[in-house]
């Protein structure tokens, strides 16, 4: 089936406010995102503490003190300023293996001497002046043993040092405290192996700048301060970074969740979009079958009733000329197939008027009592001829002119007593016409039809109301085209009414229509004398 150009633009449209939802979506979820980044990190950055130790002639907090090799033989001599506390100069001559001599600061003051903890810095910035022959300095840090040294050293401090590179007159150099080591000799000398001399800046006593290099001369070192800085986390403050990592963490999730939940709503939609547009083809195409259908089977009708009729009215006038009995039985023949071929007929298009919404009720006022008697008349033969007991009676009160579609009533009454006489082989069959309300401008009208035939298994009763459909054993049934219930179902259901069964198998069945219908004003306000029953024939 061709889509209309403006099926196709709408679909555009439709697709391009789609692309727009889903890019507003993604941008929404991504400021989401962003700011829960963003209050995460705000709560990383609170929860680091950084933190600052300066050094310097003025903070007081600290002891100068000097040493050299004379400890070990030497001939180097330190010299103080007594104006600056940290300034000094150092003559270092030879008369030791390693000259050398520097200048220290102690950081143990307290009472309890149990030195600095340097552990949560990271690093030291030492700015100074400098003048000599070397191109190195040496910092030098005593800490305390850590847990694995501690008791083999009995309280002997461990020395660390790194090597710094100066330059002539002013520096500012910065060192990474993880590069102080400890050194060789020491190690050496106690026996103790890389693992067990890792550096312990928790309790550091001192710290100093002293030569490096063995290179005799006369150096000058005129300290301005020692910056220590670092960054450090706090119970308190770690669970401040978990609480933010977790917030990342499900805020990610939410955002991949909500796209994810999205992304399926949208691909469902689209999946149904698609589904309701081929249903939307295959009911147009099944309306163009259905409207085919309607239209041959009208055609076909009209074709195969006109030569239908044309045999049944030379049966009816060969019945009626001289023939002997075998002729007149063949005759019969002719006239019964063709009658039961012109009904199946007009079921069948009853059946497609109805399929194609094409079939209409025109009410117009008629004579009830004569319609229903006239119906009883029509099977007073065939029940007789069956050996059956018929019976047509109408209840006192209801009324002789309704408006309604005559020819659908008479059809209706026809199809469910046909039925009744069709299944009942002995026994009685009655049609019974009552008031199921009380009179007025419309009444409610009863038609029961009642026999004591075959009857209806409980599993069947819902399919016999079905086309071409028929109750009962396959090899038993009459036949027909399972068409005249079907029928008068949708009948009844265009006339507002309804129609029930109730059925033992082996017993009989009872149909039940009720329909409302208008009754004419001069019916209400006449008098109506009571209604005699119609004599019961055999």
Known sequence: MLRKPTDLGAAKRGGGRSWLSQANLRLEAAIFLLVAVSFAAVLG??????????LSSQSGRFAAYSFSDTEAGGRSVVSVDPRRLLSWSCDIREGATYPYCGYGLKLDLGADAEGMDLSR????????SYQGRSDRLRLAVKASPGPIARDKMKGELTPLAVDIPVVQGRNEVSVPLDQLAVEEWWAADHGLSADKTASNLKAVHSIAIASSGGKTGRMTVSVDDLTFNGAYLSTEQFYLVILGVWLVLSAG????????????YEARRLR????ARLLAQAHAAAE????????FLGNMSHELRTPLNAIIGYAYWLERTALDARQRAAVKTVQASGEHL????????????????KFELLAASFDLHGCVAGVGEMFRLPARDKGLDLAVDLDPGVPRRIEADEKRVRQILINLLGNAIKFTASGRVSLRVSLAGPP????RLRFAIEDTGVGIAPDQLDSIFRPFEQ????????????LGLSISQQIVALMQGEIQVESTLGQGSRFTVEITVPVPEAEVEATRPATPRLRRSR
């Open 471 to 482: 109750a009962g054993d396959p090899t038993g049934r009459n036949e027909g085209t399972g």
């Open 45 to 54: 950055k609170s929860a680091i503490t950084s933190q600052t130790l300066v």
């Open 288 to 295: 163009a079958a259905s409207s085919a259908k309607s239209r």
């Open 253 to 264: 999730f939410l955002v991949w969740r909500f796209l994810r939940v999205r992304g399926d």
């Open 342 to 357: 012109l009904a199946v007929i007009s079921d069948i298009l009853d059946v497609a008027k109805i399929e194609a919404g």
């Open 440 to 443: 007025g401008e419309a009444a």
């Open 121 to 128: 810095f990271q690093t030291v910035t030492l700015r100074f």
């Open 272 to 275: 149904q979009a698609e589904e």
